[in-house]
């Protein structure tokens, strides 16, 4: 006899595959709907005329004809995490790559670098911005070029020179927007009368 704890783990790994099952035909189901798609367009028919016959979206129905033209992976179409847009404009092997296999990650770490392998759907936005870049992915060189790069831009530019300047004629100009403490207008009022 089985305890209310095996009996529900059983249950529970049923209802698992189930799902699992549902998935894979649903998937299954994606992929035939990206075939008809393309079937309908190549028969002359367009995407907006389609759209009002089956009440599909267009947007939906040309992801759906990229499932059919096999650009993109149909899995694609149901998920929902920051690398998805990224993996989308990507080749088809590298979207099956990558949905399959862990991504390499360049961290800067001490002073140094550091690689973490990342499943793409881990990834954070900040990591998307600096593992793809456009229908590609940054090898670890690029990587770290990309973060050197946004390391510079985040570097405030040093003013090695004071933000405004006095004219001859006893006037003030200013460089850019200042902001100034008493003793600094104090010192540029005594500045203007000598």
């Given at each position: 006899?089985?305890?209310?704890?095996?009996?529900?783990?059983?249950?529970?790994?049923?209802?698992?595959?189930?799902?699992?099952?549902?998935?894979?035909?649903?998937?299954?189901?994606?992929?035939?709907?990206?075939?008809?798609?393309?079937?309908?367009?190549?028969?002359?028919?367009?995407?907006?005329?389609?759209?009002?016959?089956?009440?599909?979206?267009?947007?939906?129905?040309?992801?759906?004809?990229?499932?059919?033209?096999?650009?993109?992976?149909?899995?694609?179409?149901?998920?929902?995490?920051?690398?998805?847009?990224?993996?989308?404009?990507?080749?088809?092997?590298?979207?099956?790559?990558?949905?399959?296999?862990?991504?390499?990650?360049?961290?800067?770490?001490?002073?140094?670098?550091?690689?973490?392998?990342?499943?793409?759907k881990?990834?954070?936005?900040?990591?998307?911005?600096?593992?793809?870049?456009?229908?590609?992915?940054?090898?670890?060189?690029?990587?770290?070029?990309w973060?050197?790069?946004?390391?510079?831009?985040?570097?405030?530019?040093?003013?090695?020179e004071?933000?405004?300047?006095?004219?001859?004629?006893?006037?003030?100009?200013?460089?850019?927007?200042?902001?100034?403490t008493?003793?600094?207008?104090?010192?540029?009022?005594?500045?203007?009368?000598?």
């Amino acid at each position: 006899m089985m305890s209310d704890t095996q009996q529900m783990t059983v249950e529970t790994t049923r209802d698992g595959l189930k799902l699992q099952r549902l998935f894979s035909e649903g998937i299954d189901s994606l992929k035939a709907a990206g075939a008809l798609v393309v079937e309908l367009l190549t028969s002359g028919q367009r995407l907006p005329d389609i759209s009002a016959a089956s009440g599909i979206a267009v947007d939906v129905l040309g992801q759906l004809e990229r499932i059919g033209r096999h650009q993109m992976n149909a899995s694609l179409l149901l998920a929902n995490y920051p690398a998805v847009p990224a993996l989308q404009r990507l080749s088809m092997s590298e979207q099956d790559r990558l949905l399959n296999q862990p991504v390499e990650v360049l961290i800067l770490k001490d002073g140094g670098t550091d690689r973490l392998l990342v499943e793409a759907k881990n990834l954070t936005r900040e990591q998307v911005s600096q593992v793809f870049a456009g229908g590609s992915v940054r090898d670890l060189a690029q990587q770290r070029a990309w973060l050197e790069s946004r390391a510079q831009k985040l570097v405030p530019p040093q003013m090695s020179e004071l933000p405004y300047t006095i004219t001859r004629r006893h006037t003030v100009v200013f460089k850019a927007c200042v902001e100034m403490t008493a003793k600094e207008l104090i010192r540029i009022a005594q500045a203007l009368q000598d």
